[in-house]
């Protein structure tokens, strides 16, 4: 029998895989795929950049911020499939001198 934390976590990685093939090629939270691999680098599990870059930031800049807020607890299985550390991740906005909005605390 399937235990029903391992039921929703599939549940909710397919619906993140979902929403980001429904974004197509607008991306995610308007970065496109490009633009979410120049933040990888500053976000990897394994030997992670010092600072993002400034391609990142730009692209962070022109993201919706509440957007990736809502990912923000969902998203870790997502991330690791892609090499991503979640806390990094979401740490990138503030690195690049960006304010995420409050309720993303």
């Keep these: 029998m399937v235990k029903p934390q391992a039921l929703a976590a599939a549940l909710l990685l397919v619906l993140v895989v979902s929403l980001a093939a429904t ?3 607008h991306g995610i939270c308007g970065l496109s795929n490009g633009e979410f691999k120049l933040c990888q ?3 990897a ?3 992670p950049t010092d600072s993002p870059s400034s391609e990142c ?3 962070l800049g022109k993201a919706n911020l ?9 998203a870790g299985v997502w991330l690791r499939m892609y090499h991503i550390d979640a806390n990094r991740a979401m740490a990138l906005p503030g690195k690049c001198g ?3 909005p409050s309720n993303c605390q």
């Design 57 to 59: 930031c730009a692209a």
């Design 41 to 43: 680098p500053a976000a």
């Design 66 to 74: 509440s957007c990736i807020c809502r990912y923000k607890g969902v």
């Design 23 to 25: 974004e197509g090629a």
């Design 98 to 100: 960006l304010t995420m």
């Design 45 to 47: 599990v394994n030997n």
